[in-house]
């Protein structure tokens, strides 16, 4: 999906790339192979063209740099499928809204690993699970998950494309946060953790700190768990019903 689109191009907007496709140019190769483009200058069609061969570089060297400094948040979605065995599902639970990092969840599509505070919370095993991976998928991770990373553990995500689902999901009218897109999605949770929202995370955590008992914190942990697992069956679903939406 990423070679159907010209949104990384400075000055390409929504209006501007209706126009390019009207005229028959679906793909970057459609782009490259036109001597003239109506609408476009000969010097701009050159540097465009220099451009696309940078990105094509860059999508076949698995390079996020390129798009990360010049694909819209918005169009992460159009990278997925290029970087998927790359990409990481993040999910963290706090003390409370904006609150202490209690539990961060990584899911790299086959196993979980969960960083917990007062266990193995640090960030020198954040970075050297990050380093692994080229994307970070979240939900609603923009707004929440990473700002509350940033200003803990500094810019472990500096290097990382971020697709936030929430947008995606947005577009495909899917809203009401997270458990919301689960239940319309048919996708089931563990009957223990079934009924639990963030809320109730932040409970769990002050249950386990005040009384010691394990119930809480893998009770906690199973919640967090769905939450990133879950995230790689809705990316799945979003990037293939997105470009039907789109074209």
């Known amino acids: 999906m990423i070679k159907q689109t010209f949104l990384f191009l400075p000055g390409i907007g929504k209006l501007k790339e209706h126009s390019i496709k009207a ?4 793909t970057w190769g459609d782009f490259l192979s036109k001597e003239k483009i109506k609408g476009l200058s000969k010097e701009r069609k050159i540097a465009y063209n220099q451009l ?12 996020p ?11 992460v979605w159009r990278l997925f ?5 790359e990409a990481i599902y993040l999910d963290i639970e706090t003390t409370g809204y904006y609150g202490d990092i209690t539990v961060i969840g990584l899911y790299d599509g086959n196993n979980t690993k969960m960083i917990i505070k ?18 970070v998928v979240t939900f609603n991770g923009s707004s929440f998950d990473i700002p509350i990373i940033n ?33 319309v999605l048919g996708i089931k949770r563990q009957e223990e953790v079934s009924n639990l929202q963030g809320s109730d995370a932040v409970y769990l955590w002050h249950m386990w700190i005040k009384t010691g008992d394990e119930h809480y914190l893998n009770l906690l942990i199973k919640y967090n768990e769905e939450d990133i697992i879950n995230l790689k069956t809705i990316a799945e679903h979003v990037c293939k019903e997105l470009p039907q939406k789109f074209y």
Do not use: T
């Open 81 to 85: 499928q290029s970087f998927k065995d």
């Open 23 to 26: 005229q028959g140019i679906r």
């Open 52 to 63: 696309i061969l940078d990105a094509d570089k860059a999508l076949k060297d698995y390079n």
């Open 118 to 135: 007062g266990f193995n919370l640090n960030r020198g095993l954040l970075e050297k699970e990050l380093k692994k991976y080229k994307m």
């Open 65 to 75: 740099e390129f798009f990360m400094n010049n694909l819209p948040q918005s169009e």
């Open 151 to 183: 200003r803990y553990f500094g810019d472990v995500l500096k290097d990382k494309l971020h697709f936030d689902l929430r947008w995606a999901c947005k577009s495909l009218n899917l809203e009401g946060g997270l458990k919301n897109i689960e239940k």
